[in-house]
């Protein structure tokens, strides 16, 4: 009777595809936190060059 619940215990099939996921989450979690930090100041470069630009 537990038979099959040790087999489906034991199989490790879906297991890679599950820590692919939890790395892209990590990987997008950290890029999403790096954008908000680095987006003002990155906005702020290109403001100054589009207003030294426009003074030419």
Do not use: C, H
């Not at 595809?17 to 290109?46: M, S």
Request: glycine fraction near 4%.
């Amino acid at each position: 009777m537990l038979a099959p619940f040790k087999a489906l215990w034991a199989d490790e099939s879906g297991q890679d595809l599950v820590e692919y996921a939890l790395l892209v989450a990590l990987i997008a979690i950290i890029v999403i936190a790096a954008l908000r930090i680095l987006g003002p100041i990155i906005a702020t470069v290109f403001n100054n060059i589009s207003d030294n630009l426009n003074q030419v």
